[in-house]
């Protein structure tokens, strides 16, 4: 029994079929394609963040290399002998704060991110001029013996007008 139609129903069933081969052939061939195009595109952007990032970081951390190996460097070329202690002392003499010192405490910690050892040393000068903290503290941090002022506190000398007392908290690498 064959299906009589005339021509134009003939021509509706052939645009059917070709309109669903189209779709068959989008659903299963172009779509997957483009789907993976577009993954691919948001994984390369990532991956180009990353790897933006991972430069940055190398050159950070390259900068911190560099840095560490001149602080070796400059520690390797002070003296064998240096304490910190001393090297304060002599700085206190040298900047006529000889007789203003309360009190000097040393001690030492291990910096637990770069496992480097410091030497740190507490120190108070008592009734000194503002002018001598400020050449004192000079003296300590152009130094070529890598000395950093950790911290700093300032109080009014309450026996003498124009007076003040500073507690310093000193550290350096220990050699």
């Known amino acids: 029994m064959a299906l009589r139609m005339n021509r134009r129903e003939r021509y509706s069933v052939f645009f059917a079929c070709i309109l669903i081969l189209a779709v068959i ?8 394609f483009t789907e993976k195009k577009k993954l691919f595109e948001r994984q390369l ?10 430069n940055r970081l190398k050159s950070e951390y ?3 290399l560099n840095k560490n190996n001149n602080l070796k460097k400059i520690n390797s070329q002070r003296e064998k002998a240096f304490t910190l202690f001393a090297f304060l002392e002599k700085l206190a003499v040298k900047a006529g704060l000889d007789g203003n010192i309360d009190y000097m405490k040393p001690s030492s910690s291990l910096d637990k991110a770069s496992k480097i050892e410091l030497s740190l040393v507490e120190m108070k000068l008592k009734s000194i001029k503002l ?4 050449a004192y503290l000079y003296l300590v941090e152009t130094s070529q013996n890598i ?6 506190a300032i109080s009014r000398d309450g026996r003498d007008e124009g007076y003040i007392s500073a507690v310093l908290h000193v550290e350096t690498i220990r050699s």
């Open 131 to 134: 002018s001598q903290l400020a």
């Open 25 to 32: 052939v989008y659903q299963f061939g172009i779509a997957p």
């Open 45 to 54: 952007a990532s991956k180009k963040t990353a790897l933006v990032q991972i």
């Open 147 to 152: 000395v950093f002022v950790k911290r700093l």
């Open 62 to 64: 390259e900068s911190f």
